[in-house]
C-alpha cells in the first residue's frame, strides 16, 4: 500500500502508558475484498470465548458470560489470541472505573472456565489464568493456544492495518448475547459501518478508557475483544466498549430525565496501541523463555513506515536509546 502524505502524528501520555493514534490518509489502491471473502476471513480469524460455570459436567454446564476474540498471531505450535482485558478477569478496574481508590484487578472465581472455541464449535481449548496476559492501563488481554495444527486448522491469523480516516468503511465481528443467540454456542454476527472520529484528547480518553476508534456499526455484550477491520480485511481496533443510556430519577421514582445519544456509537482500541504497550512493558513477547515469545506479529515497514518514524522518535520510556532499537527492528521488517 502506497502512502500518499501522513496528516496527522499524534501522542498522548495517559498514566504510565503512552496511547498513540496515527491518522493517515492512503492512496486509494488498497485491495477491497468482495464481502462474502471478507465474511469468511473473519469468520475464521475470530473466535468465541465462554465463560463456563460446571463446565466439566456436560448436563450442569452453563455459560455465565463471555466475549470474542482475534487470531493474532501463530508462533511455531502457539496460537496468541487477542480479546479485552475486562472478558477474562472477574473484575477489571480500569474499565469499569470503580470509584474507591483501593480498587483491585481479580482474576474469575476457580469454579468458571474460560473456553476458547470456533463459530462451528469444532474445536474447543480451555484455559487457566497462566495462560493470558493483559495490561492494567490498556483493556486488552493476550491468550496463548498450545495446540497441534490439526486442532487449530480453521485458524487465520489477521493481518494488522492500523491506518484509518473518517468515513472509511470498516467491519465488525462478534458473538452478542441478543435476541435469538441468547445460548451457550452463540451465532456470529456481521456488521457494516464507518469510522466515525478519533478520540485525541486526555479528558475524552479517560472517558472512554482509553478507547480511541469511534465507529457506528452495532456493538453488543458478548462481542467485546472482536475485531473491527478495513474493506481489505486487515484490524484497525478491538471492539469493547458502548455507549450508555442516561436515565434520571426523581425523589419518587419517576423517569425526569432521558438520553440516548451515546447509544449511537461504539468503540474499539487501535491497534497500535498494543505496540506502544509491549515496547513500554514486560510482556514476554521479547524473552525467549516466556510462552508468550514472538506473540506479536511483526510489521512491515513499507506499509507502516509512519508509526515507525513516530516510535522512533517518541517511544522509550526508561529504556535506552540502543534497547529501544533492539525492540523496534524485532517487530518492523
Known amino acids: 500500500m502506497n502512502f500518499t502524505a501522513s496528516l496527522i502524528k499524534f501522542f498522548l501520555l495517559f498514566g504510565k502508558k503512552f496511547i498513540v493514534l496515527a491518522f493517515l490518509i492512503f ?7 468482495g464481502t462474502f471473502e471478507l ?3 473473519l469468520r475464521n480469524s475470530t473466535v468465541r470465548i465462554n465463560i463456563w460455570e460446571n463446565y466439566g459436567n ?10 470474542s476474540g482475534i487470531v493474532l498471531n501463530k508462533y ?6 487477542l480479546t479485552n482485558a ?9 474499565v469499569e472505573q470503580y470509584s474507591e481508590t483501593d480498587c483491585e484487578n481479580d482474576y474469575l472465581d476457580d469454579s468458571l472456565t474460560i473456553v476458547i472455541d470456533t463459530p462451528d464449535s469444532s474445536f474447543e481449548y480451555p484455559i487457566s489464568n497462566e495462560d493470558f496476559i493483559y495490561w492494567e492501563d490498556l483493556d486488552l488481554a493476550v491468550i496463548a493456544v498450545e495446540g497441534s495444527i490439526d486442532e487449530t486448522e480453521n485458524f487465520q491469523v489477521l493481518e494488522i492495518g492500523g491506518i484509518w480516516h473518517p468515513l472509511q468503511q470498516v467491519y465488525s465481528v462478534g458473538f452478542p448475547f441478543v435476541l435469538g443467540n441468547n445460548k451457550n454456542y452463540r451465532d456470529i454476527f456481521y456488521d457494516s459501518c464507518v469510522v466515525n472520529a478519533g478520540i485525541l484528547d486526555e ?3 479517560s472517558e472512554t478508557s482509553n478507547y480511541s476508534i469511534v465507529h457506528d456499526c452495532a456493538i453488543s455484550g458478548g462481542m467485546s475483544g472482536g475485531p473491527l477491520v478495513s474493506e481489505d480485511g486487515k484490524l484497525l481496533a478491538v471492539n469493547g466498549l458502548k455507549g450508555v443510556e442516561i436515565l434520571e430519577q426523581g425523589w419518587s421514582g419517576q423517569i425526569t430525565y432521558t438520553d440516548f445519544d451515546n447509544l449511537n456509537h461504539a468503540y474499539g482500541i487501535h491497534i497500535y496501541d498494543l505496540y506502544v504497550a509491549v515496547l513500554n512493558t514486560e510482556s514476554g513477547n521479547f524473552d525467549p523463555r516466556s510462552k508468550f515469545y514472538n506473540f506479536l506479529p511483526r510489521l512491515s515497514l513499507d506499509e507502516h513506515e509512519s508509526f515507525y518514524d513516530f516510535l522512533l522518535n517518541e517511544v522509550g520510556g526508561s529504556m535506552s536509546r ?3 532499537l533492539n525492540k523496534l527492528n524485532k517487530i518492523f521488517e
Open 39 to 41: 465474511s469468511e476471513k
Open 322 to 324: 540502543r534497547t529501544s
Open 203 to 205: 479528558e475524552g480518553l
Open 86 to 94: 475486562h472478558v477474562v478477569l472477574e473484575r477489571f478496574c480500569l
Open 58 to 67: 456436560e448436563y450442569m454446564k452453563d455459560v455465565f458470560s463471555g466475549g
Open 27 to 33: 492512496s486509494q489502491n488498497s485491495l477491497a475484498l
Open 76 to 81: 511455531r505450535d502457539t496460537y496468541f489470541i
